[in-house]
């Protein structure tokens, strides 16, 4: 189970991993973490994230580190999502 809670250029997503032992047979696999701390900052996209996961509980806090490369990757992806549409029209 996850909560995602947007609050603008940072979003938190809240994880439960304990939910997937309700009814084991709805999942295709199952993920389970004792501990875990990861963070990550992409360039590429101008993005940052940080995640902690306690006993099965967790919470991932991402944010826009680069705003600058982050528009820059929006403005693209966003005129070429414009062009794809026109194609289906067609």
Same mark, same amino acid.
């Given at each position: 189970?996850?909560?995602?809670? =947007?609050? #603008? &250029?940072? #979003? ?6 304990? *939910?997937?032992?309700? =009814?084991? /047979?709805? $999942?295709? $696999?199952?993920?389970?973490? @004792?501990?875990?701390?990861? @963070?990550? =900052?992409? +360039? @590429?996209?101008?993005? %940052? ?6 006993? #099965? @509980?967790?919470?991932?806090?991402? $944010?826009? %580190?680069? /705003? /600058?490369? *982050?528009? *820059?990757?929006?403005?693209? $992806?966003?005129?070429?999502? +414009?062009? *794809?549409? &026109?194609?289906?029209?067609?």
């Amino acid at each position: 189970m996850r909560k995602t809670i =947007n609050l #603008g &250029k940072v #979003g938190v997503d809240l994880t439960c991993q304990w *939910a997937q032992f309700i =009814n084991p /047979e709805q $999942w295709n $696999w199952i993920t389970f973490d @004792f501990i875990q701390l990861t @963070f990550e =900052n992409d +360039r @590429f996209i101008g993005t %940052s994230e940080i995640e902690l996961y306690l006993l #099965g @509980f967790g919470i991932r806090i991402y $944010w826009i %580190s680069n /705003e /600058e490369v *982050a528009d *820059a990757k929006l403005k693209k $992806w966003a005129k070429q999502i +414009r062009k *794809a549409k &026109k194609k289906v029209k067609k």
